[in-house]
């Protein structure tokens, strides 16, 4: 959340479950939301509120955990339903509507029939970051972030044309 705010997010909006937790968010300067994962709705309205989404609750009682995976992926799905319909554009609908490409959802087994070894990687979340190339660096970044980025015509010159 400091990052967050650090970075210039003016309105930072933070899930909290218990008193504690919201007095400390509070005292940050972040927005409080008050749910958790046993109310997946709460995350679906704190969603609804939010232009983007920072998802990491989950209950680390590793002897329960098969039961707490799906408890945090029920309480997803409200959320991720809120965003779809909302239209926040990922970076493979960015790429089709340039290319005039339609986007398609394929569970792991269907991209591994499709696009053969190559699925398996396609079907990994792999997230990156330039922490710690700013950390190292120093390098401050100021221009936009990647999806606005790719999202101009500059980007893709021929269907600009
Ligand atoms: N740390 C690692 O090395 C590591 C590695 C791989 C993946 N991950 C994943 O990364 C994410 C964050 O990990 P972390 O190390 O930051 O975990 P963490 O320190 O245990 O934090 C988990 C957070 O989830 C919240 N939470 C737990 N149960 C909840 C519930 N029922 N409803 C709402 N919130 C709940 C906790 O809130 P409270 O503050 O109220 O307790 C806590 O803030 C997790 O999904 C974890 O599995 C972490």
């Known amino acids: 959340m400091n990052?967050?705010?650090a970075a210039g997010h003016t309105t930072v909006l933070?899930?909290?479950?218990?008193?504690s937790a919201a007095a400390a968010m509070?005292?940050?300067?972040?927005?409080?939301?008050?749910?958790?994962?046993?109310?997946?709705?709460?995350?679906?309205?704190?969603?609804?509120?939010?232009?983007?989404i920072i998802h990491t609750a989950f209950n680390h009682d590793f002897s329960r955990f098969v039961d707490?995976?799906?408890?945090?992926?029920?309480?997803?799905?409200?959320w991720a339903k809120?965003?779809?319909?909302?239209?926040?554009?990922?970076?493979?609908e960015v790429i089709g509507r340039r290319v005039g490409l339609p986007v398609v959802s394929?569970?792991?087994?269907?991209?591994?029939?499709?696009?053969g070894f190559l699925?398996?990687?396609?079907?990994?979340?792999?997230p990156a970051s330039s922490a710690k190339t700013r950390e190292?660096?120093?390098?401050q970044l100021t221009g936009p972030g990647l999806i606005e980025d790719i999202d101009r015509e500059a980007y893709f010159p021929r269907t600009a044309a």
């Open 136 to 139: 190292r660096l120093g390098w």
């Open 119 to 126: 699925g398996h990687f396609f079907g990994l979340d792999i």
């Open 14 to 19: 933070g899930l909290a479950r218990s008193d």
């Open 26 to 52: 509070a005292a940050l300067g972040v927005d409080v939301h008050r749910g958790s994962l046993e109310e997946p709705e709460s995350f679906a309205a704190g969603a609804a509120a939010s232009g983007g």
């Open 82 to 92: 809120c965003s779809r319909e909302r239209k926040r554009p990922l970076i493979a």
């Open 68 to 78: 707490n995976a799906a408890a945090e992926f029920k309480a997803s799905q409200p």
């Open 106 to 115: 394929m569970s792991r087994e269907e991209a591994a029939d499709h696009f």
């Open 3 to 5: 990052e967050l705010l």
